[in-house]
């Protein structure tokens, strides 16, 4: 077999976004492209590099955990390979003329694993659930928005009301932290439990999850209802798929060389070349919507001076950052948008650049003044950062940090650098005790700008938002308002305001676009869906 490299193309859809029927971002949905006939049977274990958090969509927020989630949940709607909205557990759909209310036709031959009927009751099961803040929801709230009430209007059929109108509604529908959930299982289990033991309707079924270990995924054999973009009808191919947990990325290369695993996420930089240069084997990049990984200024603190955010991003070389740690295999960031999300503006590429001289005279403008020991001060208080990043060392980001901090430093901040375990960071992110937090977010709209810059979203004790930043600007609540109504070149011209006011007033620093790269030894047929995310439906071991 030929080695193949795989990359998906940066696009970015910018029309058809009526309200009954927004595009999305189109990934590369072909994937690897199959050598031969595929051979159904077999098992295949696929290795990540982190553990995961949990397993119920409708409350984890993490990319990793949803690479599972899309084995195992099956969505309301997809896009296909045009970015246009196709059917899957619903048949129909329509939306009011006010933007307020939309029917839903449902299948009626799909069963969840525990035998529930899918039905106008499940549907609105999931979405009362997502909103009740007994389950938790960290993410999936927000794709729903201002999501009011479901009506079962017949046995297949539903009517969401919406308390406003919300653009991104129907695409959000698409993705796998919105997967359709069990009434049955989700409704008798703990939330926590219901984490590490759900209940689907897709493919793959929940057979066992050791942390820091594995997932086990074998085949459901009653599976029946793909998606009209699937490759082939009835059960997966692969009799039984695991997810195994090898942190250490030595270890994870030896792996799928050997065959003991036929596939591995997030792939050594280091080792893409000797990868590409290996008849049995492939490599894989694809480049993930939503929001890159931006470092995120929180404005209650020095940040709250425009002059000292833009003092910062002027002092941090990224480019020479990205380029060292990730050897071109990730492309670098300007803005919030990642470059294949709905709306991306490619003009403000090239925005600002590593200009440490710029970063120590505005520093001064602000009232800063260096002193001999490299430490700036200002009224008796010295210019101390707190600077937060998660562990364990996901993309190198701690090795961004370290190299952050050493930019930083040299024009005069003193900056603290803290690597948290999730819940530490969680309850630190909360208490706002910190000045810069690193984040990316992967969706398929650019409703993520809201998620990420209106005040409903800042983190309070006891409650996770995005808004990591603390923006609450009028003008930019304003905004974010408008890119939940507005349609078509409308919503284009608020999507592109609101990020030109990121970089303009530099709510965040946009740093790389998260790029998923994986090596197979022997797997063919796997696809992605249009956020980047593993199709293992179609995937099959290699003859």
């Not at 990591?468 to 930019?476: F, G, Q, R, W």
Request: glycine share 8%; net charge negative.
């Amino acid at each position: 077999m030929a080695s193949r490299r795989f990359t998906a193309p940066a696009v970015a859809l910018v029309s058809l976004l009526a309200l009954a029927g927004c595009a999305g971002a189109s990934g590369d949905e072909g994937g690897n492209a199959p050598t031969g006939e595929p051979t159904p049977g077999g098992e295949a274990v696929f290795a990540v590099d982190s553990n995961f958090f949990g397993f119920d969509p409708n409350v984890t927020p993490a990319a990793q955990d949803a690479r599972v989630l899309r084995q195992m949940f099956d969505s309301l709607l997809y896009l296909d390979e045009s970015g246009e909205l196709q059917p899957w557990l619903a048949t129909e759909w329509s939306a009011s003329d006010d933007g307020l209310s939309y029917d839903f036709t449902l299948r009626d031959d799909v069963t969840f694993w525990d035998g529930t009927p899918w039905n106008a009751e499940a549907l609105c099961f999931n979405l009362n659930r997502i909103v009740d803040p007994a389950a938790g929801s960290i993410y999936a709230i927000g794709l729903v928005g201002p999501y009011e009430s479901c009506e079962v209007t017949d046995e297949f059929s539903a009517t969401v009301t919406l308390s406003a109108p919300f653009t991104a509604f129907l695409n959000n529908l698409t993705s796998p932290f919105l997967g359709m959930n069990s009434p049955t299982a989700a409704a008798a289990a703990d939330p926590a439990d219901y984490l590490i033991n759900p209940v689907g309707s897709g493919p793959f079924v929940f057979e066992s999850y050791t942390p820091q270990d594995r997932v086990v995924l074998p085949r459901n054999e009653d599976y029946a209802w793909a998606p009209g973009n699937a490759e082939h009808d009835g059960p997966a191919y692969l009799e039984k798929l695991t997810f195994q947990i090898i942190a250490d990325a030595t270890v994870r290369i030896g792996s799928v060389r050997s065959g003991q695993v036929q596939g591995i996420g997030n792939v050594p930089e280091t080792e893409v070349a000797a990868i590409e240069g290996d008849p049995s084997m492939q490599f894989i990049a694809q480049q993930q919507s939503g929001a890159p990984y931006q470092l995120h200024l929180n404005a209650t603190g020095v940040f709250g001076d425009p002059l000292v955010r833009e003092a910062a991003r002027a002092a941090l070389d990224i480019d020479s950052a990205v380029q060292s740690l990730y050897l071109g295999t990730y492309e670098r960031a300007w803005g919030p948008l990642s470059p294949t999300t709905i709306g991306y503006d490619d003009s403000l590429e090239g925005a600002f650049e590593f200009d440490p001289e710029l970063a120590a005279d505005l520093l001064d403008e602000a009232g800063w003044d260096l002193g001999a020991d490299g430490v700036r001060t200002k009224d008796g208080q010295t210019l101390t950062i707190d600077y937060l990043e998660n562990t364990p060392n996901r993309e190198k980001r701690q090795d961004l940090a370290t190299l952050f901090e050493a930019n930083l430093e040299d024009v005069g901040f003193d900056v603290n650098v803290e690597f948290l375990a999730t819940a530490e960071a969680q309850t630190t992110l909360q208490s706002g005790a910190y000045d810069i937090a690193g984040l990316s977010l992967v969706a398929v709209d650019p409703n993520v700008l809201y998620q990420m810059y209106d005040p409903r979203f800042i983190p309070t004790p006891g409650q996770t938002g995005f808004n990591m930043s603390h923006t609450d600007d009028p003008a930019v609540t304003e905004l974010a308002a408008q890119s939940q109504s507005a349609t078509g070149d409308e919503r284009l011209s608020v999507v592109q305001q609101l990020q030109a006011d990121v970089v303009e007033n530099v709510r965040s620093i946009a740093v790389y676009v998260p790029t998923y790269t994986l090596a197979l030894n022997g797997l063919e047929g796997l696809r992605f869906d249009p956020e980047g995310y593993p199709i293992f439906f179609d995937a099959y071991l290699a003859g």
